[in-house]
């Protein structure tokens, strides 16, 4: 396997794994700084519940890789001159395309959950919308560690 090939590949593979790194802001998932951890737990009953859009990360690293890929890619254009023009055009395109790339796959669906709670004070959280909730219902507000959650 050529050098130029094996970088394009360890690119492609870093792009794909580190994308996937991005924290989850599920309502079921803990980071594992969040474990063994006390959490204050409040309870309520739901208000109303929105659905919002997650923005994705923008770590740096799709555009990094892009970047590389593209290089690599626009390195194969001519010769001389033209060979080092094709690099950087390669790049450059690339970092922005890797970049969008990171940003899309990372996006998640949510929801703005509005909770009445039993102390009558109203809170919205928003998380994942991995777990279904409607208006009406009784939940638990679980907070500590820098995190709130929604859960039943």
């Known amino acids: 396997m050529s050098s130029r090939l094996l970088v394009l590949a360890c690119a492609a593979a870093a792009t794909i794994v580190l994308s996937g790194c991005a924290g989850s802001q599920s309502g079921s998932a803990y980071s594992r700084s969040q474990t063994r951890g006390e959490m204050h737990v409040r309870m309520g009953v739901i208000e109303s519940v929105r659905t919002v859009t997650i923005e994705g990360t923008q770590s740096g690293v799709g555009a990094v890789a892009g970047g590389v890929v593209g290089g690599i890619a626009g390195s194969n254009v001519g010769q001389g001159r033209g060979s080092t023009v094709g690099s950087v055009l390669g790049a450059v395109l690339g970092g922005v395309a890797g ?54």
Request: charged residues 30%; without cysteine; proline residues 0%.
């Open 99 to 152: 970049q969008a790339i990171e940003e899309k796959t990372s996006k998640k669906e949510g929801l703005e959950i509005t909770i009445k709670l039993d102390s009558g004070q109203i809170i919205a959280v928003t998380q994942e919308a991995d777990e279904a909730f409607r208006a009406g219902e009784r939940v638990r507000v679980l907070s500590g560690s820098g995190a709130t959650r929604v859960s039943h």
